[in-house]
């Protein structure tokens, strides 16, 4: 139930969406008949169009993003027993009708994966990552279209475990855990995004892992800078991947998934 909660949730408050439903009622607040709400609704318009141009012109979303990329630098322990990389955004149902694997986040996390698994030829090899979709229209796996990318990198898959039922990040901890049954004494290397790395520590720390970040797909130089750039898109884009996040740490604290709001 917290899944579709969650999606349903993201659907209203994430912040493009959210600004455009506060456009709306501003709009139809300023077409009523009463004096009262046309002010509302006029001020309601203005300040929405305040925060787009603010948004369009500084990078609000690299200061929201910075601090999760920043949170846990590349660790290497001097053993590594395995190495398990997080799935995010494979493409079903683009890959299924092109026919060939499609991912645009996770591929930047299958390069750091495939490096790993070179660097580190006796590791155990995992894959975790189903569908975060309420629901999908394509007969393939995420796994699947994982393991192809995997293997076109030259990863040798046919002595990888992948777990294909997992919905999130805190289902990624808990079923894989279920599979490999990792122990104190061993040494995971984990993979994801750099932005993604905080509530994924947390959550295979909870789960048991004794897991050291290995994060892939930086989006920011993790220094704060004011220099303005007109660019709504990308500022906007960025500020929704921060602001994900940050919701998921929040909530995964809340319900228990987590023991620390902020991982360190």
């Known amino acids: 139930m917290s899944f579709v909660i969650s999606k349903v949730f993201w659907v209203f408050f994430s912040p493009g969406n959210l600004l455009i439903l506060a456009l709306l009622l501003g709009v139809f607040l300023a077409a009523a008949k009463t004096k009262f709400w046309q002010n509302i609704g006029h001020h309601i318009c203005f300040y929405v169009a305040l925060l787009f141009f603010v948004i369009a012109v500084f990078p609000v979303g690299d200061w929201l993003l910075a601090p999760l990329e920043n949170r846990f630098p590349s660790t290497r322990p001097d053993r590594v027993d395995g190495i398990i990389v997080l799935g995010g955004d494979e493409k079903t149902q683009i890959s299924e009708k092109r026919g060939q694997p499609v991912a645009f986040d996770s591929a930047r996390r299958y390069i750091m994966f495939a490096t790993l698994a070179r660097e580190y030829p006796n590791a155990k090899l995992v894959f975790s990552g189903g569908s975060g979709?309420?629901?999908?229209?394509?007969?393939?796996?995420?796994a699947e279209v994982a393991k192809q990318a995997l293997k076109n990198l030259g990863v040798p898959v046919e002595?990888?475990?992948?777990?294909?039922?997992?919905?999130?990040?805190?289902?990624?901890?808990?079923?894989?855990?279920?599979?490999?049954?990792?122990?104190?004494?061993?040494?995971?290397?984990?993979?994801?995004?750099?932005?993604?790395?905080?509530?994924?520590?947390?959550?295979?720390?909870?789960?048991?892992?004794?897991?050291?970040?290995?994060?892939?797909g930086y989006q920011t130089t993790g220094e704060f800078s004011l220099k303005p750039q007109f660019n709504l898109e990308e500022h906007l884009q960025t500020m929704t991947r921060a602001l994900h996040e940050y919701y998921g740490l929040v909530a995964y604290r809340l319900l228990g998934y987590t023991g620390e709001l902020w991982p360190k």
């Open 133 to 142: 979709l309420l629901a999908s229209e394509a007969k393939l796996k995420d």
């Open 159 to 216: 002595r990888m475990i992948f777990e294909d039922t997992s919905r999130n990040t805190r289902e990624n901890a808990v079923k894989s855990a279920e599979m490999i049954k990792p122990t104190p004494q061993q040494n995971w290397l984990l993979v994801t995004s750099a932005w993604h790395m905080a509530r994924s520590m947390a959550c295979f720390r909870q789960a048991g892992w004794n897991v050291f970040a290995a994060p892939a």
